[in-house]
């Protein structure tokens, strides 16, 4: 994997269009910036890209499952009937996908605990740190971070039931689950929590959410300070590209049926806990 790492690509990053959170237009749509890279990238280093995109097969797996709605998620490497032939013949996606199906079919969940989606995404975090060393690896473990911060949170805010809400262990998580510090306790372990603290408690949830997006930008270009031309800064300026377009994507009324949607959502949980 360093030896991957040592590899530039002088080209494709210079020519790469300056980007901020907040600009009314993206450089590329994902699926077009993802289908260059596969072109441009060496095979082991868009293995990465993989390893980085598998939450959107994830998501679509969910989907064909039942336990999320919506449209067929396009950024995923595997159509619908693609997938729906490897499930068959349990061959043909990350072993860790075909792992949890197997436990779904069978109805014994994996951490009982938890919910569908909650299992799927830990096995795949626990799939792609094993396969990753460097950025992204570290990308990985501050994202897994960031979102059971987030979840330990809501927990706390909305007076929810917590159990099976995060994902992973350690002494980290035990500290999100009991705490009563303002910070968990964790300020130390993630400098950006103080800051992330004030910004969750804005009551615009539209702010809110951007203001995490910032928090994930804001790592991202820290991350890479010292990198130049590597694969680091392609898979960085991919995550970022992600953010951006998704920002795009979401029209005044789209935002506000996120709002009621998120609202909505919190007093089921509330109801049922």
Not at 39 to 51: G, Q, S, W
Not at 62 to 89: H, I, K, N, P, V
Not at 249 to 269: C, H, N, T, W, Y
Request: hydrophobic share 40%; charged share 25%; proline share 4%.
């Amino acid at each position: 994997m360093s030896q991957l790492q040592k590899r530039d690509y002088f080209y494709l990053i210079s020519s790469l269009p300056e980007m901020v959170l907040d600009q009314s237009r993206a450089p590329y749509t994902m699926v077009n910036f993802v289908a260059q890279l596969e072109e441009a990238l060496e095979p082991d280093d868009f293995k990465l890209v993989r390893i980085l995109l598998r939450p959107h097969d994830n998501r679509n797996l969910l989907l064909l499952l039942g336990e999320q709605s919506g449209d067929w998620d396009t950024l995923g490497q595997f159509s619908e009937a693609e997938m729906q032939e490897a499930l068959r013949a349990d061959n043909g996606l990350p072993e860790y996908m075909h792992r949890f199906y197997r436990a779904y079919q069978s109805e014994q969940p994996i951490h009982p605990e938890q919910s569908w989606t909650n299992q799927l995404a830990g096995l795949y975090y626990e799939a792609a740190l094993r396969q990753t060393e460097g950025f992204l690896h570290d990308w990985l473990v501050f994202e897994r971070g960031l979102r059971n911060i987030l979840a330990a949170w809501n927990i706390r805010h909305y007076a929810l039931q917590g159990e099976g809400q995060l994902i992973g262990q350690g002494e980290n998580i035990e500290a999100l689950k009991k705490s009563r510090a303002r910070d968990f306790g964790l300020g130390t372990d993630y400098p950006y929590l103080p800051k992330l603290l004030n910004q969750l408690e804005r009551e615009d949830l539209m702010i809110r959410e951007k203001d995490i997006d910032r928090v994930q930008w804001n790592y991202i270009d820290e991350q890479l300070t010292f990198h130049y031309f590597s694969i680091e800064v392609v898979l960085g300026y991919l995550l970022q590209l992600r953010m951006l377009q998704r920002w795009l994507s979401l029209d005044p009324q789209a935002g506000q049926e996120r709002v009621r949607s998120f609202i909505s959502e919190m007093e089921q949980k509330i109801e049922r806990s």
